[in-house]
């Protein structure tokens, strides 16, 4: 889809390039994503399982909107391997629920890559759900590396780097309610390179340059609370 440029809030432009997706443009596109959801899965025994933790604001304005009987829970997953571009998922906790002969929706904030869904696609499948379908807010077709593909789909976006609405750059910026286009001078910002997980350095700054980054000492409390913006 098209994106028109939309300036975000003053307080914001520092560190927002731009607005990729309103709030307005969200919340039109969760409620049609409900009413699919709705009409696939009704009258079966769902599980909406998401991902730990850029989901928390699609989530929970999906959940308020979807109206059949469900149940909810968490995967968590982080990506270590120091930068390189085979990084290997920890998971820093596991599904408590039985999916067994259940309906599995995965629920993720952003297919990128698709090592990420991939894996956990692994993991659940062995838990032999009687089907298991995904569901993404956001897709960026052309960076694809592994060969899956969600069900639902929020919106088809460019190779940016996007924050908000549950995703983040370094822990920031998941309050953010829009879709936005993180300022590039965020990213070659020192102070916050060392706090990001593997899968960002690789994503930022590219596998080389984030194995360098990898062999710096980590941050002080101090860079942390303090950092130069
Ligand atoms: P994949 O394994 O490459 O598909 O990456 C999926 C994960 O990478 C997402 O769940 C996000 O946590 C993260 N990610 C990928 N692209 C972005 C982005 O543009 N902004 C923030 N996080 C991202
Ligand atoms: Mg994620």
């Not at 443009?25 to 009704?42: G, P």
């Not at 194995?211 to 942390?224: C, E, F």
Request: proline letters at 7%; aromatic letters at 8%.
């Amino acid at each position: 889809m098209a994106h028109r440029i939309q300036k975000p809030p003053r307080h914001w432009r520092k560190e927002i390039d731009f607005v990729l997706i309103s709030q307005e443009q969200i919340a039109r596109r969760v409620n049609a994503l409900a009413r699919e959801i709705e009409k696939d899965f009704a009258g079966r025994d769902l599980v909406i399982v998401a991902l730990l933790n850029g989901t928390v604001m699609f989530l929970s304005d999906l959940l308020r909107r979807l109206s059949l009987p469900l149940r909810l829970d968490f995967i968590g997953v982080s990506s270590y391997g120091g930068g390189t571009e085979s990084s290997e998922l920890t998971f820093t906790k596991e599904l408590r629920l039985d999916v067994s002969g259940r309906d599995v929706l995965l629920v993720d904030d952003i297919l990128d890559t698709g090592k990420t869904l991939s894996q956990v696609m692994v993991k659940l499948r062995k838990l032999r759900p009687r089907r298991m379908k995904i569901c993404v807010l956001l897709d960026k077709p052309s960076r694809r590396v592994e060969s899956v593909s969600a069900d639902y789909v929020g919106f088809e976006i460019p190779n940016h780097f996007v924050v908000g609405y549950g995703l983040d750059y370094a822990e920031r910026y998941r309050n953010l309610p829009f879709v936005g286009v993180l300022h590039p001078q965020m990213y070659k910002n020192p102070d916050f390179i060392p706090l990001l997980s593997a899968k960002k350095r690789q994503l930022l700054i590219g596998p080389k340059a984030a194995m360098a980054q990898i062999a710096q000492p980590p941050p002080t409390q101090a860079t942390w609370l303090a950092p130069t913006l």
